[in-house]
């Protein structure tokens, strides 16, 4: 059951910087689909350099690579919607990832049994399935506590989504609406 007395804090991440993307699109209507217990709170990547181990060495991490960091650790779980490039995880999405792992000693603070869910749209037949798959070890290494209660594999995007990025597939609004459900209730279980 979800804890109503408290609020659930969400951290969403889609892993595209294009303007139209379909993951982004997928994300807002995911924070549509949370409990009035649940806040999604959508986080971006665009600010997040390339990875630099000089810059790390010189500076530190950047900031707005601290400030996520900083809220992600404070959140209840994680939401990452990846998009696939070439049967696996986009490569700025993995950048971004690969800066809040760093220093190593903050990993357990950031990610440690953090609560982390996938999900993915691709215009394509196959849903992200391999994109998916490619996060595992990603996932495993930070320490996180990935949900595999359900997958929300979403394909031919373009006609799940209207040209404003609008969601208008009612069967994958209520596969999303079960999904974040399924995720919130796992987040109130280890919580
Ligand atoms: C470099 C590159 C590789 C891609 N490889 C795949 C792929 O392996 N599987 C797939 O379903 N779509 C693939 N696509 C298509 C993406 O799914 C599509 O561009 C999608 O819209 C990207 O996500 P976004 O809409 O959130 O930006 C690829 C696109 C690019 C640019």
Redesign the pocket.
């Known amino acids: 059951m979800i804890d109503t007395n408290r609020t659930t804090t969400i951290i969403g991440i ?3 910087l ?1 303007r ?5 699109a997928l994300l807002r209507a995911a924070a549509e689909a949370v409990s009035p217990a649940t806040r999604l709170e959508i986080a971006s990547i665009r600010e997040i350099p390339l990875y630099d181990g000089d810059v790390e060495a010189e500076k530190g991490v950047p900031d707005a690579v601290q400030k996520l960091k900083d809220r992600i650790a404070s959140s209840n779980g994680l939401l990452l919607v990846t ?6 995880l986009p490569g700025v999405f993995k950048n971004a990832i690969d800066w809040l792992s760093r220093p190593a000693k903050d990993i357990a603070r950031v990610f440690g049994d953090r609560p982390v869910a996938l999900m993915g ?6 849903g ?1 399935i ?2 998916q798959s490619a996060w595992l070890p990603v996932l495993r290494t930070l320490g996180t506590h990935p949900w595999f209660g359900a997958r929300l594999l979403v394909s031919g ?1 373009g006609k799940v989504f209207d040209a404003a990025g609008n969601l208008v597939d009612e069967h994958v609004r209520s596969q999303l609406k079960s999904f974040m459900t399924g995720f919130e209730q796992f987040i109130g279980r280890i919580g």
């Open positions: 889609a892993g595209s294009r139209g993307s379909f993951n982004a998009p696939e490039y070439n049967n696996s749209a691709t215009p394509g037949p196959g992200t391999l994109a995007a």
